[in-house]
């Protein structure tokens, strides 16, 4: 069973709310909708609250970079559901979207308000990496998010079937609600919305599609044309000979018109002009930027409406987006003429061989220079004939190797650092989270670490130093060869020496910022820089999450917990909470560490906890667990539990009896088992009892009762969908049918009923083509073998639907499956 999230619009100073939930979706945020939820997110208790406005404009760039990077503009199968889904969510009458996802933090034990909390985390997260897909226009960033659902590409999941390019995530009773419409009216055209209101009098001669992003319609009246609100506004009039659909880069929607043969851009909110109607011909390049054209010369203009490149080059402006350079063709040679977006000439270099290096560029070596260079904003330079550059994210320092010999530059202050030193090692990361323009560099007098924002050493170098490692949370070690030091940025380089100086789990804060080890302790560092010994009582919790360490982490707590549990000796986890006991029990068994399981259960058990009563029947209980199977065992355990109405333990009971596993066979006592564990609360025990009903087998076959005991599980979690609806389909309810048909989220089951009722006209029109899909579909999850009877019939004798490929397709099917067919 999926868990669902659902969408709201709401008023949050009216507290209104849309008549109808937009959407309800599996689990999770669609990928293709992230920007119009996680936009300015915040969390208050469980529901997830965002700007609408924000969140329809992110969504509108992330669409842009979809639509040009799989040229989907012009495709009516694009562009027709794009603009009903943005002009249904820019209509949408409330300030505000609310996510509530309940129903999937009930799936976990953790408390509801942590689990938004660490969602919200991953939300802000993922955000950043689709702003900077959109700012880079480099949709390739995003790749690592859609592989673990199946996808190759994001065009794979516009182009599913149900998800409709974007528009099949919303419910089409919402759209339709709040849609706008053109109607004709004696020849002439307006708009109305859902409700048949006039929302624009019927005076245009055409009004032609809206475009998806700010729902403006190009309109012509006689030979002139303008543009209208889907809202009904009329923003522009018709005075213009010729009119484009509007686009966004700008602080309001741009329209390309014409005025005496010659093209501008317009601001449609303001009627001002962006570029004067003064070109030839006008292109986009790149966000803010436009390319123009007037008498076979070039020129770009930025979104301040200033001549940023004058109009006098032979060949188009293009935009290189990794370097963020505009640049122009040479003709006879490879090269390419460079401009910053400033305006500024830097050189012709080849295409490819120059990078952007925070306000600097580098020109790699290529087959015209084997060595590399580093240029000034303007084009001047600061160092040739170079080896190598280091360029760490957010840096504002550089560190360019030349002659074997390191130099570090400061790219603000346009100077060379250290110049009196040799450089013979350097090392840089941007993820210590607290100081950027920091180095590790090794010279004459050992290693170091280098602040080059102060020109300071923060760690003066040393022959004694072997090595400095980068760790969380703004911390270092420093490996000597009798131990480590800690450095931090607040407190510089402790006194102290530790044995070894490891990483936090999980990398999260509450579980400490690092983990120092000293003789037979090991400690933590706080969140306030505090240290602490870590309590014994812990080591089991930290050990159940050992694998979030990694590498050499892992390595050394894996042999100081080992030490600890041998000098600790016979049952070492009687220190611990009986919680943890528990969770260790859980993960030995999970492991299929049956004996160890059974004996921390028993450790924990000792300690009066009843659930440990049951995982030990459990244990002993199930046959295939060969080595401990022990059915008398495994009933001491349950009725241990089950005198304290633990309502597993009366289940599991039921089942014994139902089985005939330790006890003789005994439905009646199986029967009062299951209905003892109902009546304290226990889902499973419904869904039992409603499967003996559903079967018939040991009681009178009742679907009446059955469906009464599905229903009463599904309250507690326990969802029997598939039998629903089979009894249904045998009472011959299709209504209540098709409601349990469309919980089917997975499509494990519905597809043969689907195919059925759809051949048949059983609640619904009849639709032979739909029962086809259906029977297919069934076939695809399971083998059927009257959905293959009927594709056989269907592919092979029905004039409409003959198809001899795949008629041999479904009778090999046949044959493979032992299936009869006529």
């Given amino acids: 069973m999926a868990h669902r999230i659902y969408l709201y619009n709401y008023d949050q100073k009216t507290n209104q709310s849309f008549d109808t939930y937009l959407g309800e979706w599996n689990y999770e945020i669609p990928l293709l909708l992230y920007p119009l939820i996680a936009e300015d997110i915040k969390v208050e208790g469980v529901e997830f609250f965002s700007n609408k406005e924000q969140g329809i404009i992110r969504l509108r760039y992330f669409f842009n970079l979809l639509a040009d990077t799989y040229q989907l503009h012009y495709k009516k199968a694009y562009y027709e559901p794009v603009n009903t889904m943005f002009e249904f969510l820019e209509a949408l009458p409330y300030d505000s979207f609310v996510l509530d996802a309940t129903d999937v933090f009930n799936m976990n034990e953790e ?303 346009h100077q060379f650092l250290l110049e009196n030193e040799h450089i013979t090692k350097v090392k840089a990361e941007s993820s210590i989270g607290y100081k950027n323009n920091v180095f590790t560099l090794e010279v004459q007098n050992g290693l170091g670490l280098f602040d080059a924002d102060n020109e300071s050493w923060l760690i003066t170098p040393h022959s004694e130093i072997k090595k400095i490692h980068y760790l969380e949370n703004g911390f270092l070690s420093v490996q000597k060869k009798e131990g480590y030091q800690l450095f931090d940025f607040e407190n510089a380089l402790s006194e102290k020496l530790y044995d070894y100086i ?68 016979s049952n070492s986890e009687q220190f611990m909470d009986v919680e943890i006991i528990k969770k260790m029990a859980f993960d030995a068994k999970e492991n299929q560490n049956y004996k160890e399981a059974l004996r921390l259960f028993e450790l924990s058990a000792q300690r009066n906890d009843i659930d440990s009563w049951v995982e030990m029947g459990i244990l002993f209980t199930d046959p295939e667990i060969e080595v401990l199977f022990d059915p008398q065992k495994g009933i001491d355990c349950y009725e241990k539990a089950a005198q304290q109405n633990h309502p597993v333990a009366w289940n599991n009971i039921g089942a014994l009896y139902h089985n005939g596993i330790g006890y003789s066979l005994n439905i009646k006592k199986a029967i009062r088992a299951y209905e003892k564990s109902a009546e304290l609360g226990d889902g499973m025990a419904l869904a039992n009892l409603g499967d003996l009903y559903y079967f018939g087998e040991d009681v009178i076959q009742d679907y009446d009762k059955a469906l009464d005991f599905y229903q009463k599980a599904e309250k507690k979690y326990y969802y029997n969908y598939d039998k629903i609806s089979e009894i249904y389909y045998q009472l011959r309810d299709y209504k209540n049918l098709l409601v349990y048909l469309k919980k089917d989220y997975d499509q494990s089951y519905s597809g043969i009923y689907y195919g059925i009722i759809y051949e048949h006209g059983m609640g619904i029109q009849s639709d032979l083509k739909k029962a086809i899909k259906y029977y297919e579909q069934a076939n695809a999850y399971s083998a059927y073998e009257y959905a293959t009877q009927r594709l056989v019939y269907f592919y092979g004798e029905d004039p409409t639907f003959k198809n001899d490929k795949k008629f041999q397709k479904w009778k090999s099917f046949a044959e493979q499956h032992g299936f009869e067919i006529d």
């Avoid at 579980?511 to 240290?531: K, T």
């Avoid at 089991?540 to 600890?564: A, P, V």
């Fill in 111 to 413: 408390k509801h308000k942590v689990q938004a909390k660490e969602w919200l985390v991953e939300i802000q997260q993922k955000n950043k990496l689709y702003k900077k897909a959109v700012e880079t226009q480099n949709l390739s960033l995003l790749d690592s998010l859609f592989s673990p659902y199946g996808y190759s590409s994001f065009l794979d999941i516009l182009q599913t079937d149900w998800i409709n390019y974007g528009l099949g995530y919303f419910e089409e009773l919402a759209y339709k609600k709040v849609a706008s419409s053109v109607f004709e009216e004696s020849g002439k055209f307006g708009l109305k919305d859902a409700k048949g209101a006039i929302l624009a009098p019927a005076i245009y001669d055409e009004i032609f599609e809206a475009d998806y992003n700010y729902g403006i319609s190009v309109i012509q009246k006689g030979e002139r044309f303008g543009y209208l609100q889907s809202d009904g506004k009329e923003l522009v009039p018709p005075i213009y000979e010729d009119a484009f659909d509007v686009f966004d880069f700008a602080q309001e929607p741009l329209g390309e018109v014409k005025v005496n043969g010659k093209s501008g851009i317009l601001k449609v909110y303001s009627k001002t002009w962006l570029v004067p109607a003064d070109y030839g011909t006008i292109e986009k390049l790149t966000y803010g930027f436009l390319g123009v054209e007037k008498d076979g010369k070039f020129g770009v203009y930025d979104d301040e409406s200033r001549l940023l490149l004058p109009v006098d080059s032979e060949t188009p402006y293009e935009y290189d987006y990794f370097p963020e350079l505009f640049f122009t063709r040479q003709k006879g040679t490879r090269k390419r003429r460079y401009y910053t977006k400033e305006g500024n000439y830097l050189g012709d270099f080849v295409e490819d061989s120059i990078l952007n290096a925070s306000t600097c560029f580098w020109i790699k070596p290529n087959k015209f220079d084997k060595k590399g260079r580093l240029i000034d904003e303007k084009g001047n330079l600061i160092i040739d004939k170079a080896d190598q550059l280091i360029l760490i994210d957010n840096f504002e320092t550089l560190a360019v190797r030349k002659d074997k010999n390191w130099k570090i530059y400061n790219t603000l202050k």
């Fill in 502 to 569: 490891s990483n936090p789990l999980n990398y999260r804060a509450d579980e400490g910022l690092l983990f120092l080890y000293q003789g037979e302790h090991m400690l933590r560092i706080n969140e306030d820089r505090s240290i602490q010994v870590v309590e014994v009582a812990e080591y089991g919790s930290i050990y159940l999450d050992r694998y979030s360490f990694r590498g050499k982490d892992l390595e050394y707590f894996n042999s100081f917990y080992t030490r600890w549990k041998d000098s600790a000796g």
